[in-house]
């Protein structure tokens, strides 16, 4: 899912930076190019949590069952 998202907001931003760079608008891909960088922390940030979310289970899971 991760992957998708990071692969669909990369499209975007190519067919957007093509747009910005044919119209001769700079500000624009200053805009976009911290933007994509805020997306992809975000994506991170998410992603990353639920991670660790799911690794904090296994362990809990892993604790409970005696060996």
């Known amino acids: 899912m ?11 931003a190519s067919i957007l930076t093509v747009i910005f760079v044919f119209n001769a608008m700079p500000y624009c891909l200053v805009i976009l190019m911290f933007s994509s ?14 991670k660790d979310k799911s690794q904090k289970e296994t362990l809990k899971d892993e604790q409970k069952t005696p060996s």
């Open 37 to 50: 960088i805020l997306v992809f922390t975000i994506i991170e940030y998410v992603f990353k949590d639920s």
């Open 2 to 12: 991760e992957l998708y998202l990071k692969l669909a907001w990369f499209g975007i």
